[in-house]
């Protein structure tokens, strides 16, 4: 039998008396399921990251309803992908972005067990940038290891697509051939975690339908990102201290554990399936990009 990735909601799903959610094929369950996910990774780390003055129900419930109004408004961005899909409005992909990383942020914050509105993040391809707003307002510049990789594997194998890349807020590169192991791939192009690649030549309006199906994979990528908290305490641990390397390495690497997580999920998902779309996150991009009405 194949084994679905959402018993990762199984917590919250009970919780509220919900049947196991299948594909998204309404926006019912479109909703319920980014609420779900949200509230789940919320909930999961503010238990990890409590205080040893603080209540574990109190905490668990505060920070689960934390991370699903995260949860909401990462949906929200979700249909604003439809909305590029269809009209290619730089304004649709761009304000579609910006809601998912503080939909994101949202989660990431609750599972960090602090409030919802202190940090901000927002990602452009292997970048990330921290905005803090508690007290002293703050940027930090980071980089994920496991982006940039997949980044440069992406540049090897086509060219960055810069007008594309400035249109949407994600890394595109066009290349003749898709042709990338681990990766979410399609006909005419492929996500390789947060980088879309696309083939050469597509009309413009099959071109919009990619991008839009493989920015929700870029979206996916970003939903994995709020379990990096439960790592808070044990990278605490170890990378405390004076080492100056582990110094250099915390100040300017953002450790994204979120990339292994989405890539073993996807393989999960692949085992038995009867065709290309008997799996979840394909038919997530597929619903966002081609059939949400």
Do not use: C
């Amino acid at each position: 039998m194949k084994i679905n990735f959402l018993f990762l909601l199984f917590l919250f799903l009970v919780l509220f008396g919900t049947h196991q959610i299948k594909a998204q094929n309404n926006d019912s369950q479109a909703v319920i399921y980014n609420i779900g996910l949200g509230g789940f990774f919320g909930g999961l780390g503010a238990v990890i990251n409590k205080k040893p003055n603080e209540k574990l129900g109190k905490v668990f419930i505060k920070r689960l309803w934390q991370g699903s109004l995260g949860g909401l408004v990462i949906y929200k961005s979700k249909k604003l992908v439809y909305n590029f899909s269809n009209s290619g409005d730089f304004k649709d992909a761009w304000g579609s972005k910006i809601l998912n990383s503080i939909g994101n942020s949202i989660v990431h914050n609750a599972a960090s067990n602090t409030n919802f509105w202190e940090k901000m993040y927002l990602n452009f391809g292997f970048n990330r940038l921290e905005f803090s707003l508690k007290n002293k307002f703050k940027v930090q510049y980071q980089i994920m290891p496991l982006s940039l990789l997949a980044t440069v594997v992406s540049s090897t194998q086509g060219s960055f697509d810069f007008k594309n890349s400035i249109k949407t807020g994600h890394f595109i590169f066009k290349t003749s051939y898709i042709d990338f192991n681990g990766s979410e791939q399609s006909g005419s192009g492929s996500a390789s975690l947060n980088n879309i690649n696309l083939l050469n030549n597509l009309s413009q309006k099959i071109e919009r339908k990619v991008i839009a199906h493989k920015i929700i994979h870029v979206y996916q990528y970003n939903d994995f990102s709020n379990i990096n908290p439960v790592f808070n305490k044990p990278k605490k641990l170890f990378l405390n201290n004076d080492n100056k390397v582990v110094q250099f390495y915390r100040k300017w690497f953002y450790s994204d554990f979120n990339g292994l997580l989405k890539v073993a999920l996807n393989e999960l998902e692949n085992q038995n399936r009867q065709d290309y779309y008997d799996n979840y996150f394909e038919k997530e991009a597929d619903y966002y990009s081609f059939k949400y009405r």
